[in-house]
C-alpha cells in the first residue's frame, strides 16, 4: 500500500550534538505534518507544511518539504535532554488526500 | 479543559472475549480517529469518522468494529476476530476531514491479552 517511509529507525546522540530524521514518499503529498511522542505519552502536534520547499523553523527544531512534494525533513540543533522521545512525520497522500498516513518514526536518545 | 479523553487507560483481556475502548472529546470536532501502535511500525489507521453516524475503515480494520452516534464519542470495540490485539490503542481528533489540520491525540489505551 502506500507508505511514508521514515529514517533512522533510532538514534543515540550526545546532548549538544545535532539530530535529523528524513521521511520519503513514493507519491506527491498534499501536505506534511511532524508529530513528537515522549516517551509513554501520545503524539502531540508540532507543524505543518504545505508548499514545495517550505522551511519553517521552531527554536532548535528546523523542518523542510521538499520541492517535488515527496520528502521532508526535521533537523533539531543543539540537542537536550527534552527532546528525547519518537518524531512522526505523517504526510496526506495526493491532492485530496483525506487521512494521514503515518511514518515508522523515529526514536531519539539524548545523553547528557 | 478541552480535550480527548481514552479509557480505560491500561486493560488486560482473555482470549476470545471482546472489549470496548472509550473515547470522549469536548473539542466540538467533527473527525475522529482510531490508531494502533506497534513498536516500530508507527501508527496504522482502524477506523475514521468525519461525521456523526458516519464512519470508514482504514488501512486495518479486520476484528474491529466503531460506532458514532454522538459528535463526541467514538468508541472502539477490539472483537475476538483480532487475531493479534495487543497493542497501543490512539484515538484522534481533527476540526474536519478535510486533507488539512493537525490531529488531537488522547492518552492512549493499552490493551494487553493474556
Known amino acids: 500500500g502506500q507508505q511514508v517511509m521514515q529514517i533512522p529507525q533510532y538514534q543515540h546522540v550526545q546532548e549538544g550534538e545535532d539530530f535529523t530524521t528524513y521521511c520519503n514518499s513514493s507519491t506527491t503529498l498534499s501536505n506534511i505534518q511532524w508529530y513528537k511522542q515522549r516517551p509513554g505519552g501520545h503524539p502531540v502536534f508540532l507543524i505543518q507544511l504545505v508548499k514545495s520547499g517550505e522551511v519553517k523553523k521552531q527554536k532548535r527544531l528546523t523542518f523542510q518539504f521538499g520541492e517535488a512534494k515527496k520528502n521532508s525533513s526535521l533537523h533539531i540543533t543543539a540537542t537536550q535532554t527534552t527532546d528525547v522521545g519518537t518524531y512522526f512525520c505523517a504526510g496526506r497522500l495526493g491532492e485530496y488526500g483525506n487521512k494521514l498516513v503515518f511514518g515508522a518514526g523515529t526514536i531519539l536518545r539524548v545523553k547528557s | 479543559d478541552g480535550g480527548i479523553t481514552q479509557s480505560p487507560k491500561y486493560l488486560f483481556r482473555k482470549e476470545g472475549q471482546n472489549v470496548t475502548l472509550s473515547c470522549e472529546q469536548n473539542l466540538n470536532h467533527d473527525a475522529m480517529y482510531w490508531y494502533r501502535q506497534d513498536p516500530g511500525q508507527g501508527l496504522r489507521l482502524i477506523y475514521y469518522s468525519q461525521i456523526v453516524n458516519d464512519f470508514q475503515k482504514g488501512d486495518i480494520a479486520e476484528g474491529y468494529s466503531v460506532s458514532r452516534e454522538k459528535k463526541e464519542s467514538f468508541p472502539l470495540t477490539v472483537t475476538s476476530a483480532q487475531k493479534n490485539p495487543t497493542a497501543f490503542y490512539l484515538c484522534?481528533?481533527?476540526?474536519?476531514?478535510?486533507?488539512?489540520?493537525?490531529?488531537?491525540f488522547g492518552e492512549g489505551s493499552r490493551l494487553t491479552v493474556l
Open positions: 484522534a481528533s481533527s476540526i474536519n476531514g478535510a486533507n488539512t489540520g493537525e490531529l488531537f
